[in-house]
């Protein structure tokens, strides 16, 4: 029976989600058009995401999920608790990390995501200055990545399905305004939606971390440690995200 309802928990939610994601891409379309804007706005929410699949919901992950599972099964939650604060917190010093210097760097890092821009140099500056906003997104939702794995350890199942959800709302309330001030197809409308995306990475983690304390593993953040079980993490996840960086890296240059 447990199964059955985290089945029709998961699948309900991310059906809302899929129906929600699909009246938002209609009114991305119709408030960026199909020209300059509309380019530079998918190019800043691919890069994000991108680091977002090596970081959060690829190598880390599935070396982190395994690890935590086995301490809250073997130890208790006390020791599962103390790993994930450890993971966070080495997770969270080398987003802050990267993050920071691809920000710095993006006018450069631009040229190789997207060459075809340099052609025109207003729309690789507008790509640039939207991906610079919506970059922090990584850090958002790499912990999101990292509660949910602990929330569904912990088999609870519904925060982590409907965050997609709580992603989509905003980018649609982000859209729906940028319309509403008249930003149609204007640079301003990426500037609105780029910001949403950054709004609606804070309010995905701050659900998911509501959504653990409320599960009663309340995790705080602690100093950067590389404890034993940081080293284990390293060690099962560099070779996934070397791998998984090589393919990411591949389809964004090819597309």
């Not at 890069?47 to 959060?56: D, E, H, M, Q, S």
């Not at 859209?175 to 609606?200: D, H, P, Q, S």
Request: with cysteine; proline share 4%; hydrophobic share 60%.
């Amino acid at each position: 029976m447990k199964l059955y309802r985290a089945f029709a928990t998961v699948g309900g939610l991310t059906m809302v989600s899929r129906v929600l994601g699909f009246v938002r891409d209609i009114l991305i379309a119709a408030a960026l058009g199909s020209g300059a804007v509309a380019d530079a706005f998918f190019v800043a929410f691919r890069f994000p995401n991108l680091f977002r699949r090596l970081f959060g919901e690829g190598a880390f992950n599935s070396a982190f999920v395994p690890l935590f599972a086995k301490r809250l099964e073997g130890e208790g939650e006390a020791a599962a608790r103390s790993f994930a604060e450890e993971a966070m917190a080495g997770l969270l010093l080398v987003l802050v990390i990267v993050s920071g210097l691809a920000m710095l760097a993006m006018p450069w890092l631009m040229a190789v995501l997207a060459p075809g821009f340099i052609a025109d140099p207003a729309k690789y500056d507008l790509a640039v200055r939207l991906t610079q906003i919506a970059f922090p997104y990584l850090t958002c939702m790499s912990l999101v990545a990292l509660l949910s794995g602990v929330l569904n350890s912990m088999h609870r199942f519904w925060a982590a399905a409907a965050a997609p959800i709580l992603l989509n709302v905003v980018l649609i309330s982000s859209i729906t305004l940028a319309i509403a001030l008249g930003y149609a197809e204007r640079a301003e409308a990426g500037y609105v939606l780029a910001t949403g995306v950054l709004l609606a990475g804070i309010a995905q983690l701050v659900m998911l971390w509501w959504a653990t304390k409320n599960a009663g593993l309340d995790l705080r953040l602690v100093r950067p440690r590389y404890t034993p079980g940081v080293k284990r993490l390293v060690e099962l996840g560099i070779p996934g995200l070397v791998s998984g960086g090589i393919t990411q890296i591949n389809i964004v240059v090819g597309t």
